[in-house]
């Protein structure tokens, strides 16, 4: 089971550049990480997702290490609707899925 | 990508009565889940919805209470049976795709309340 580290919350201003690492000490060879964002009321969506290196997309980027026992999604120039909260999940090896969220990352952006 | 829909989106019930959610995916999915989320609080995974067998529950779920059907690839209930109001949550349906690396497409959710 590769449990997930995140810090329980940031605060950041618009503009601003937000970088929310996890920690997953145990990650398996075949495993992706995978980010989702939760508004309030709502269900989490989609953010990115990736295995090694660097992953970027219209919204955020992915940095993965070489020895992938962490990762850092990175926001560039949040604005005050990037208000939410930020989980990573590692997929779980042996071809049977179970999703685990961890406790997230509660981003505040701040005028 | 695909989009989930659940009914209903919120409801209050009484104590000793069950309810029935629904859960539609717009196009069909090879995974389905189930997961409540107490307010403030992260996800937690009730089970996943297996097409046409029985469901896998998670610790602390059993079959009695959370019945789970899941007929084809883009349909699932869940039902909360002889609820109390500790089952007052918000229950969310998820669908994903093992091509996607289990990407997950989330419901809005079920807001439920047990007086």
């Known amino acids: 089971l590769a449990k997930t580290t995140q810090p329980i919350s940031m605060d950041s201003y618009e503009g601003q550049e937000v970088n929310i690492t996890c920690s997953h000490n145990?990650?398996?060879?075949?495993?992706?990480i995978t980010w989702y964002q939760q508004f309030p009321s709502q269900g989490p969506r989609f953010i990115i997702q990736g295995y090694k290196t660097k992953v970027t997309n219209e919204v955020a980027s992915l940095f993965i290490p070489a020895d992938r026992k962490s990762s850092t999604l990175s926001l560039p120039r949040v604005s005050l609707s990037d208000t939410a909260v930020y989980y990573c999940?590692?997929?779980?090896?042996?071809?049977?899925?179970?999703?685990?969220f961890g406790r997230g990352t509660s981003l505040i952006v701040h005028p | 990508s695909a989009v989930i829909s659940q009914k209903p989106s919120r409801d209050i019930c009484q104590r000793g009565t069950s309810l029935t959610i629904q859960c539609q995916v717009d196009?069909?999915?090879?995974?389905m889940f189930w997961y409540r989320q107490q307010p403030g609080q992260s996800l937690t995974l009730i089970a996943t919805a297996n097409q046409g067998s029985e469901a896998t529950y998670e610790s602390g779920f059993v079959i009695d209470k959370f019945p789970i059907s899941r007929p084809n690839l883009t349909f699932s209930t869940l039902t909360v049976s002889n609820m109390s109001p500790e089952d007052s949550s918000i229950y969310l349906c998820s669908g994903g795709d093992r091509t996607l690396h289990n990407e997950q497409f989330f419901g809005p959710g079920t807001r439920l309340t047990v007086l």
């Open positions: 999940l590692v997929d779980l090896p042996g071809g049977s899925y179970i999703p685990t």
């Open positions: 145990n990650i398996a060879t075949n495993d992706y």
């Open positions: 196009s069909q999915v090879t995974m």
